[in-house]
């Protein structure tokens, strides 16, 4: 059976009663109002996570509800939806998700539960069905609204409930940003964010799991978390606990294998009601283990070794902005640098930029990635680039991006034909830069400065590339060579591919900046 309590969570401050959490009220609600029979995880986090201050104020101002897939938080959901509304009156719920679809899925499910309760449904004064306008009104003036995760999404407006579902997608802070600011003047709102374990490129989730980990000191250990004091987070004398975020974990114990059972039911509260052992085993049978890890077992995986290179060695090379800056590292303006652009099939665009630093070291980096190709040429040609256009590489032919090559040409913008032996070449140059920095071929008591003369690539945090350079799969072309396979690669691969297109044309230009000829400045021809 599944784990009833989260594995990890933050504690109540007293005994959870009628008294000191709404949570019994909400259980009510559902099971008397609603007709609907919750299961004993989703009653636990409803007493957990409605914990009352003594002056009647909800504990939780963001709620972080963490469980693997299947087990019942939409449901949860709804019914924490329509209890504010029709019990507590709240006057507005938000509910929002990284794909618009998920979240009018969602507020869907808890129109059709209002409606088919007559005593709820003669209370309804409206709902527009519109896409992208959804919205359940009461004629008591509560709705439940339905807003897209943007960095628009809820501004203007004032929410009691904000639900934030599938956070592991949100790779940035704007839709964050705008739809949880709508309860900085609510003095009963909550912020609900469920999800599953996120990757290395869930920016959001990542960061408030990390707090609320540190918070409760670190139950699980670091590894893996967000480096908090390096962004400037650290605790001191002078700062204020804060509680107000509360973390509700169902996920399975690091070390835990995925055939064992008790990791199982850690990740799945839902065990034995509406999952049965049968549905996980023919999943651990059947995914990759990185996909089981994250999906059914709840465990964030970050570096599994399965991309390109030798385990550990592209987070060996990580080199942050803050170190750089510490040393004085900066661009060598004397040198050429080179760009690398890459498209995913799904039309995500992305510009890689390789240069060298004033370590005589090779840096990379991903300078800028939108949707769909329109905007990339425009950005290159743009006065605002500090490095000029002059070194561009992608693939000729037989990739998402080769259909720009007319538009390159028509711009008069030059660009190196990426493609069959460069192609192919490219890969292991970039690989064996990066292979020594694994720690097999690491001399005992090398010392960073040492590292760093021997290692001579590096790249910053950046969670797309990150992901791309972990799981990324290759296939063989040609005599021995290989590439970035982007049709098989788990996660987006295209922002790696951009890397070492730019990093792969460095590597063929001279070390130095432009060489002027002779001939051209002394005013002399060659017969």
Excluded at 219 to 228: A, E, F, N, Q, S
Excluded at 475 to 493: M, Q, Y
């Amino acid at each position: 059976m599944g784990c009833t309590e989260p594995r990890i969570c933050t504690p109540p401050l007293r005994e959870l009663t009628p008294a000191t959490s709404k949570g019994f009220a909400c259980i009510e609600f559902a099971e008397e109002i609603l007709e609907i029979e919750l299961l004993p995880w989703q009653r636990a986090l409803l007493i957990r996570a409605l914990e009352l201050n003594p002056d009647g104020t909800y504990r939780f101002k963001t709620v972080l509800l963490l469980v693997a897939r299947q087990n019942g938080k939409s449901t949860l959901m709804q019914v924490l939806s329509l209890w504010r509304m029709y019990a507590e009156g709240a006057p507005l719920v938000i509910g929002t998700a990284q794909s618009l679809d998920i979240a009018e899925e969602q507020w869907s499910g808890a129109v059709e539960i209002a409606e088919g309760i007559p005593e709820l449904a003669e209370l309804i004064d409206h709902v527009d069905r519109t896409n992208g306008k959804k919205a359940l009104r009461l004629d008591t003036g509560e709705r439940y609204k339905v807003a897209a995760a943007s960095r628009r999404g809820g501004r203007g407006l004032s929410g009691d409930l904000v639900l934030l579902d599938e956070l592991r997608e949100h790779q940035n802070w704007q839709a964050w940003g705008a739809v949880t600011k709508t309860t900085m003047a609510r003095k009963l709102a909550q912020i609900w964010a469920a999800s599953n374990a996120g990757d290395m490129a869930s920016v959001v989730l990542r960061r408030l799991r990390s707090l609320a980990h540190r918070a409760l000191g670190w139950p699980d250990g670091k590894d893996g978390m967000d480096d908090l004091d390096s962004t400037g987070d650290a605790t001191d004398d002078s700062t204020e606990a804060d509680d107000s975020l509360g973390i509700f974990e169902w996920s399975a114990a690091p070390g835990r294998g995925v055939w064992d059972r008790e990791g199982w039911a850690e990740a799945n509260p839902s065990l034995g009601y509406t999952i049965d052992l049968r549905s996980i085993a023919a999943a651990a049978s059947t995914d990759p283990e990185w996909v089981f890890r994250t999906e059914v077992m709840c465990q964030f995986v970050n570096m599994l070794g399965s991309g390109p290179f030798p385990t550990g060695a592209w987070a060996a090379i990580l080199d942050t902005k803050d170190e750089r800056a510490a040393r004085g590292v900066t661009r060598d303006v004397d040198r050429v640098a080179c760009y690398g652009v890459d498209m995913s099939e799904n039309g995500m665009t992305y510009v890689a930029l390789a240069f060298w630093d004033t370590e005589g070291r090779i840096r990379g980096e991903i300078v800028a990635h939108r949707a769909g190709p329109d905007w990339v040429i425009p950005w290159l040609k743009s006065p605002l680039r500090k490095v000029p256009a002059k070194h561009i590489a992608f693939q000729r032919r037989g990739a998402p991006i080769s259909a720009l090559w007319k538009d390159f040409e028509d711009a008069d913008l030059e660009v190196t034909p990426w493609g069959d032996s460069e192609l192919a070449g490219c890969h292991p140059k970039v690989y064996h830069l990066i292979k020594v920095a694994a720690a097999d071929d690491a001399p005992d008591g090398e010392t960073p400065e040492q590292f760093r003369e021997r290692v001579r690539i590096s790249h910053g945090v950046q969670p797309a590339l990150d992901v791309a350079a972990a799981s990324a799969q290759i296939k063989a072309v040609g005599d021995g060579g290989w590439v970035i396979d982007r049709k098989s690669s788990p996660a987006d691969a295209s922002p790696l591919v951009a890397f070492i297109a730019a990093v792969g044309l460095l590597l063929t230009n001279p070390a130095s900046g432009e060489t002027v000829s002779a001939y051209e400045t002394n005013d002399l021809m060659v017969v």
